[in-house]
């Protein structure tokens, strides 16, 4: 766990380590959502960037007799 201190001016750095893991870049956009009292950023991703990222998802899915 790393701990990160919040500037006068309400601003944080994001260690290199993560940003490292999570690929983030310069100027990349992030959304910032409240869950459960704690805040997390989710990395904003261009759809080209997205292609094949549910690749070998089981899809199958148990029907009920009706909706067969």
């Not at 899809?59 to 909706?67: H, M, N, Q």
């Amino acid at each position: 766990m790393t701990t990160i201190t919040i500037s006068p001016k309400f601003q944080i750095v994001i260690p290199k380590s993560i940003r490292d893991l999570l690929g983030l870049r310069p100027g990349q956009k992030v959304q910032a959502i409240v869950f459960e009292g704690r805040i997390e950023l989710i990395p904003i991703r261009r759809m080209k960037e997205m292609r094949g990222y549910l690749r070998g998802i089981d899809t199958s899915v148990e029907r009920e007799a009706d909706r067969l």
